[in-house]
Every structure is written in structure tokens, then in C-alpha cells.
């Protein structure tokens, strides 16, 4: 309303992946009318929307090059997923500058984000040789260059390689999709305010574990991108080295390992399960997932 009331004709967002996809809930609005729900789900709109400047300000959400947008329905308590070419923004500034106050844990799970995001593209059903270069890439530096950004802020070079990982993570999975970790995460956030980044980080080396018996052959390349595979491994040594390396670097991090120690009640993991059957990321996942009990088995291995 003050945007339309000041006849703004772009928009800037400074922040994280909250503030840029608000923004672009914003971007529909503005030139489209109506509320942000009307434009729910995927392809709805059929214009440009209004113009959008980006400065993140994490190092994580790779949503200035996304077509994505994850608004939270608080009513509901639910994220639901905006899905556009139109509003993919039209500019982004990379400034390590904008990332170097950021605190060591919010740059540890924001991190992790884009780390998902790499690992989910490569894993995805949608999958493919462009995306999966992206974001083998940005898996290598990640692995140098964000444990760097977390002992010391001030880095602008390792902070500057975060947020070109964080990016190119982006690029990855907007054109490969994200998959059963995503699925989980969202509606971690959407029930029990687990911040994204973080509830990526929980959930993804049990996802890996669950998914090894039927892409194995993706979390070799992942193990090479990651420095931790070795001559004569098998695939599933691979896999399970990739899922214990994840660990590995989140506790060298000191972000939290399970889900009860960022607020989430047992008694609430069936509701999460079958919260998360709903998600449209899952579809996208390796391994078929049909029911609500084989996501509970997960969910509880993470608590």
C-alpha cells in the first residue's frame, strides 16, 4: 500500500531470503492487484512484473537469481511456494560487504541453504548436466569457503566465494528443483518457526541416508566435490561419507543436530510427516515418498 500510494515503479530489497521473496510477493501486487494468495502456485503470471533490484545480505537463499518466492500463511501456518518466471529479479548486487556483520550461526545455516539447495539440484529428479556442474561448484566452495566466514566475518574474500556459491546454488536448482529435504523444511518452518536455513541443515544428512538406495551414483559426485571420496570406495560408502562429512562440518560449526534442540515436539512429528506429504518440493524427490509414515521415519532419526 505505501508502495502504491508513492507510485513506486521498482522496488530494492536489502536482506535475506525473507525480505527479497516478500519483495516479490510485492513485485506481483504492485502491478498485478488483488492479494498475494491469487497468484499461488506455478507459471500464473503473464507479464513482467514490477522491476526488482536485490542486495543480499546472507549468503544462503540464492533468491536473486531464483523464479521462487516462500511466503509464510501465518494464519494457517503454512509456506507456500510462488512459482514464476516473471518474477525472477532483474538485478543483483553481490557485495561481500553486505554479509560481513552477519552473526557466525546465520551465516552457518544460511550457508547451509545454499548447500541444500547444491545437493538437492544434483539429486532431483529434474536433474541435469548444466545444473549439476553449478552446483558441484558450488559444493567446492562452500566446503573452503563458509566454515572461513564463520571463524572470521570480516573475510570479504571467503565471504566473497560464499555468496558466488550461494548464487550459483541458486542458478542450480531453480533449473533442477529441490527436493524431500526442502519438503520437510518448509513445513519445519511453517509449523514450528524453524528458520530455513537451519531446518536444511537438520534434515539433510538424513534425506541423503533415506535416498542412497536409489541415486548412490549422485552422492559419489558429491563426495568428489566435497574432498572426502576415496579410491575403491563403493556408492554407498560414498553416500554415507557424504551424510557424515554434512555432519561434520555442521558441528565444526556449531549448529544445532537435532530437531528437539531447536523447539520441536515429539508429539508434533506425525503432523509434521503428513504436513510435508503436501508439499510440492517432494515430487521432486529421488525416491518416490507416498506416505506419511516413511517421512515420520526420517523426521524421528533427526529428533
Given amino acids: 500500500e505505501i508502495a502504491r500510494g508513492k507510485g513506486a515503479d521498482i522496488l530494492v530489497s536489502v536482506g535475506g531470503g525473507s525480505v527479497i521473496d516478500t519483495t516479490k510477493g510485492i513485485a506481483i501486487v504492485l502491478k498485478e492487484g488483488g492479494k498475494i494468495e491469487d497468484y499461488k502456485g506455478q507459471q500464473c503470471l503473464t507479464r513482467p512484473q514490477t522491476p526488482h533490484i536485490v542486495i543480499p545480505t546472507t549468503a544462503g537463499t540464492g533468491?536473486?537469481?531464483?523464479?521462487?518466492?516462500?511466503?509464510?500463511?501465518?494464519?494457517?501456518?503454512?509456506?507456500?511456494?510462488?512459482?514464476?518466471?516473471?518474477?525472477?529479479?532483474?538485478?543483483?548486487i553481490l557485495d561481500p560487504t553486505m554479509t560481513a556483520g552477519l552473526p557466525p550461526m546465520l551465516t552457518a545455516t544460511t550457508g547451509m541453504d545454499a548447500f541444500s539447495h547444491a545437493l538437492e539440484a544434483i539429486h532431483a529428479t529434474p536433474c541435469s548436466p548444466v545444473a549439476d556442474g553449478m552446483a558441484l561448484h558450488a559444493i567446492r566452495l562452500i566446503m573452503e569457503y563458509l566454515p572461513l566466514c564463520v571463524e572470521n566475518g570480516k573475510d570479504l574474500f571467503a565471504r566473497g566465494q560464499q555468496l558466488m556459491a550461494s548464487t550459483i546454488a541458486g542458478i542450480a536448482f531453480t533449473n533442477a528443483q529441490v527436493g524431500l529435504v526442502h519438503a520437510i523444511a518448509h513445513t519445519l518452518g511453517g509449523l514450528f518457526q524453524v528458520p530455513h536455513g537451519l531446518a536444511n541443515s537438520l534434515m539433510l544428512p538424513h534425506v541423503v541416508?533415506?535416498?542412497?538406495?536409489?541415486?548412490?551414483?549422485?552422492?559419489?559426485?558429491?563426495?568428489?566435490?566435497?574432498?572426502?571420496?576415496?579410491?575403491?570406495?563403493?556408492?554407498?560408502?560414498?553416500?554415507?561419507?557424504?551424510?557424515?562429512?554434512?555432519?561434520?562440518?555442521?558441528?565444526?560449526?556449531?549448529?544445532?543436530?537435532?530437531?528437539?534442540?531447536?523447539?520441536?515436539?515429539?508429539?508434533?512429528l506425525v503432523q509434521l510427516a503428513e504436513g510435508t506429504l503436501s508439499d510440492g518440493a517432494i515430487v521432486y524427490n529421488p525416491k518416490p515418498v507416498s506416505e506419511a509414515e516413511e517421512v515420520l521415519g526420517i523426521i524421528k532419526q533427526a529428533w
Fill in 63 to 92: 533468491s536473486e537469481v531464483t523464479y521462487f518466492a516462500v511466503i509464510k500463511d501465518q494464519v494457517n501456518h503454512q509456506k507456500h511456494p510462488y512459482c514464476d518466471d516473471n518474477i525472477i529479479p532483474n538485478v543483483g
Fill in 209 to 268: 541416508r533415506y535416498n542412497m538406495d536409489t541415486c548412490a551414483d549422485k552422492y559419489v559426485m558429491i563426495a568428489q566435490a566435497m574432498n572426502i571420496y576415496a579410491k575403491g570406495m563403493s556408492d554407498e560408502e560414498a553416500s554415507e561419507a557424504v551424510a557424515e562429512a554434512i555432519t561434520a562440518l555442521t558441528k565444526r560449526m556449531g549448529v544445532p543436530q537435532r530437531l528437539r534442540d531447536v523447539g520441536v515436539p515429539e508429539d508434533g
